[in-house]
């Protein structure tokens, strides 16, 4: 007995028929990529424009502020609202120790 099975071969139409699906998957796979919302990385919190804004939220929160805030900021809107939160609870302790200490 033969060990060899008699295969069936593919015809061109069907091969190219099933290329053309495969890229229309692709595309699509590709499509839906790019509209998920990409994660960001670790690093991305320690550039050096952010590095310099860390500093000056501590050392001068209102000009921290603004650079938080600015048109050129690379924070997103949720690090945008916290930051803000913590500079006004920042300000508001930093206010309360000169008043009532």
């Given amino acids: 007995m033969s060990s060899k099975v008699g295969r069936k071969k593919k015809s061109s139409?069907?091969?190219s028929e099933q290329r053309s699906e495969l890229?229309?998957?692709n595309e699509k796979l590709k499509k839906e990529l790019a509209a998920m919302p990409r994660q960001r990385s670790v690093l991305?919190?320690?550039t050096k424009?952010?590095?310099a804004t860390y500093a000056w939220v501590i050392f001068l929160p209102p000009y921290g502020l603004y650079r938080i805030w600015s048109?050129?900021?690379t924070f997103v809107r949720s690090?945008?609202?916290v930051w803000?939160?913590?500079i006004i609870v920042y300000m508001l302790r930093f206010l309360w120790l000169i008043l009532f200490s």
């Fill in 13 to 15: 139409a069907e091969k």
């Fill in 23 to 25: 890229s229309e998957r």
């Fill in 44 to 46: 991305e919190a320690f």
């Fill in 49 to 51: 424009w952010r590095l």
């Fill in 71 to 73: 048109k050129e900021s």
């Fill in 79 to 81: 690090e945008k609202i």
């Fill in 84 to 86: 803000t939160f913590m």
